[in-house]
């Protein structure tokens, strides 16, 4: 005679994380585990703290001007305070600026002006395409003197990658490298990872941060991250309000159409 086979009852289970009398039957038996925790109050706290730290830091990196503008919203005293911070800041920064413009480096020179000098700073060397033809090499010329000058303490270099290294694939170019007490700290070849030929500012901004050659608190970088996202916001809110204007629009029509 044939053993008896084991029967197995089928147990059926719907959403093992709703709040059911079944469910809770079965989370009692550990057939399904408990039910996680809702995410709801972490989020809600994340919120919370991400409004109490923009409220804190809402005068970061706001110029003197704007400040001014604020005397009649913030209390007298913490909007001097802030005043005062940001005169030392810019005193700061014009005592370092001691560059402001973008060093054309020669082969010989490049000992003493980048690895001798990145000794006392952060070095930055723009290693160019001889071609007129290469895009993203133009496009890193510009953005190297408009850094030059914005952030007048830090040295920026530019040579012809073939005078710095003989064959240099003009593929690889532009390549930026950054020194540091006399080490290549960092190397970008081409524009792929950083934008492309819409490299901006921004990205040069957090090449600087991540190197350590300014703050992320640095005024120069936290006001032009501020002007991008209040342009986003405002872009945000035009789209919306230009939706809100079609839904409206197409209300009346749709009123118009009832008389009709």
Not at 76 to 103: D, P, W
Request: aromatic share 4%.
């Amino acid at each position: 005679m044939a053993a008896p086979t084991e029967q197995r009852i089928a147990v059926p289970i719907d959403d093992p994380n709703a709040d059911t009398e079944w469910n809770e039957i079965l989370r009692k038996h550990g057939v399904i585990p408990e039910k996680p925790p809702s995410p709801t109050p972490m989020i809600e706290e994340a919120i919370l703290e991400g409004r109490r730290i923009a409220h804190e830091n809402r005068l970061e990196g706001k110029d003197l001007d704007e400040l001014d503008e604020l005397e009649d919203l913030e209390d007298e005293m913490f909007l001097e305070s802030y005043k005062q911070k940001r005169m030392q800041e810019l005193n700061n920064l014009t005592k370092k600026a001691i560059h402001g413009s973008v060093y054309p480096l020669s082969k010989p020179d490049y000992q003493r002006e980048v690895t001798d000098a990145s000794k006392n700073g952060p070095v930055f060397v723009n290693m160019t395409s001889s071609m007129g033809t290469n895009i993203e090499s133009r496009v890193l010329s510009e953005l190297w003197r408009q850094a030059a000058k914005e952030y007048g303490d830090v040295k920026f270099c530019e040579i012809q990658a073939a005078k710095a290294i003989e064959n240099y694939p003009d593929k690889n170019c532009p390549t930026i490298l950054v020194y540091r007490n006399g080490d290549i700290v960092k190397q970008i070849v081409t524009l792929m990872t950083v934008g492309g030929v819409r490299m901006g500012m921004m990205e040069i901004d957090n090449l600087l941060v991540e190197v350590g050659a300014v703050e992320e608190k640095d005024m120069r970088v936290v006001k032009r991250k501020r002007a991008a996202e209040d342009a986003r916001e405002e872009q945000l809110m035009g789209k919306t309000g230009l939706r809100s204007g079609n839904l409206r629009h197409a209300t009346v029509d749709d009123d118009d159409d009832d008389w009709e």
